[in-house]
C-alpha cells in the first residue's frame, strides 16, 4: 500500500519568513496529492492540491511542487502569518474514491 | 450552507460502553469516511462508504461499526471491543468518481473513555 512521509514534524518561524514542508510517497499511482490545514479542535480542511500532470500550483502566498521522478512534494508558504500556525497534512492517491494515504502532519508555529 | 455537521462535538464513554457518533452531509456526496486521529499521528481510516447500504473496512476497522441507511447519513458505532477508543473522530465526505478530489471534514468529536 501507499506509504507517505512528512518532515518536519515541527517547524518554528518568524512572520514574514517563508516555510516549507516536504512529503514522500511509495506508490507511483497515486496521482493526486491534497495538502490539509488543521486549527485546533477542528476538522482539516483542504488548502491546496496538485495532480500529477502538472508541476507546479500556486494559490496567493501557498504553493505546492511535485516531482514524479522523485517521488516526493512540497508546499511553501511565503510571507508567513500568525493565522497560518496550525498542523498541516499532506496526502496521497490514486484517485476517484480510492483511499487517501495521509502524513503524521507538521505543526506550524508563526512566531510574531 | 452546505456542509458535514458531527455531533456530539465531545463524548465520554464508560468502559463496556457502545456509543455512536453521528456524521451528517447535506453537500450530495456519494462517499463517506470515518478518520481516527491520535495525538501526533496522521489520520487513520476506519471505515468508508461508496454508495448506500454499501461499506468498506478500513485500516483500523477492528472494534468499530458503521451503516448507511441514506446517502446523508454515516454514523459510526465504538463498541466495547474497541480497546482504546479514546481519540478525536473525523467524518468526511468527497465528491463523485469523475476526477479527484479533497476531501470535506467534519468538526470532528472527541471521545473520551472514562
Known amino acids: 500500500g501507499e506509504n507517505v512521509e512528512q518532515h518536519p514534524s515541527t517547524l518554528s518561524v518568524q512572520e514574514g519568513d517563508s516555510a516549507v514542508i516536504k512529503c514522500t510517497y511509495s506508490d507511483s499511482a497515486s496521482n493526486y496529492f491534497p495538502w490539509y490545514k488543521q486549527e485546533l479542535g477542528k476538522g482539516p480542511q483542504l488548502i491546496i492540491d496538485i495532480r500529477s500532470n502538472v508541476g507546479e500550483k500556486k494559490d496567493q502566498r501557498i504553493a505546492v511542487t511535485l516531482n514524479k521522478t522523485a517521488k516526493h512534494f512540497s508546499l511553501h508558504i511565503t510571507e508567513t502569518q500568525p493565522e497560518d500556525s496550525a498542523v498541516y497534512f499532506c496526502?496521497?492517491?490514486?484517485?476517484?474514491?480510492?483511499?487517501?494515504?495521509f502524513g503524521t502532519g507538521t505543526k506550524l508555529q508563526v512566531i510574531p | 450552507d452546505g456542509g458535514i455537521t458531527q455531533s456530539p462535538k465531545y463524548l465520554f464513554r464508560k468502559e463496556g460502553q457502545n456509543v455512536t457518533l453521528s456524521c451528517e452531509q447535506n453537500l450530495n456526496h456519494d462517499a463517506m469516511y470515518w478518520y481516527r486521529q491520535d495525538p501526533g499521528q496522521g489520520l487513520r481510516l476506519i471505515y468508508y462508504s461508496q454508495i448506500v447500504n454499501d461499506f468498506q473496512k478500513g485500516d483500523i476497522a477492528e472494534g468499530y461499526s458503521v451503516s448507511r441507511e441514506k446517502k446523508e447519513s454515516f454514523p459510526l458505532t465504538v463498541t466495547s471491543a474497541q480497546k482504546n477508543p479514546t481519540a478525536f473522530y473525523l467524518c468526511a465526505s468527497i465528491a463523485g468518481t469523475r476526477g479527484v478530489y479533497g476531501y470535506t471534514f467534519g468538526s470532528g468529536t472527541r471521545l473520551t473513555v472514562v
Open positions: 496526502a496521497a492517491s490514486s484517485g476517484g474514491y480510492q483511499k487517501v494515504t
